[in-house]
């Protein structure tokens, strides 16, 4: 089993800049990817950005060029380094790994409020 916990949500003035972090605990050579998610009010959960253990990060078209995903293999933490926020971007955040059996591991979301 693989548990994550985000952090680094908050308010922000658009334009601004949030980075959120996600530490894994647990199985941690199990997991296959991570990435991050988000859900807006009545919107359903869209993907953001991967990472995967192997190959290339991939964005959503809304975020790239101004999101980056990264991991520090030693902390076991993936981050999400946001600039150039827009309003649009507003909404709670999961983190999310999928372990080699294929299961998705959750957290409990963080959130982001980009005021205009």
């Known amino acids: 089993q693989v548990q994550l916990v985000e952090s680094g949500g908050g308010l922000v003035q658009a334009g601004g800049s949030l980075r959120l972090s996600c530490e894994a605990s647990?199985?941690?050579?199990?997991?296959?990817?991570m990435g991050w998610y988000r859900q807006a009010p009545g919107k359903q959960r869209e993907l953001v950005a991967t990472?995967?253990?192997?190959?290339?990060?991939t964005y959503a078209d809304s975020v790239e060029g101004r999101f980056s995903i990264s991991r520090d293999n030693a902390k076991n933490t993936m981050y999400l380094q946001m600039y150039g926020l827009k309003p649009e971007d507003t909404a709670v955040y999961y983190c999310?790994?999928?372990?080699?059996?294929?299961?998705?591991?959750w957290g409990q979301g963080t959130q982001v409020t980009v005021s205009s």
């Open positions: 999310h790994a999928l372990t080699l059996l294929l299961n998705h591991c």
């Open positions: 647990g199985i941690i050579a199990s997991i296959r990817a």
């Open positions: 990472i995967p253990r192997d190959g290339p990060t």
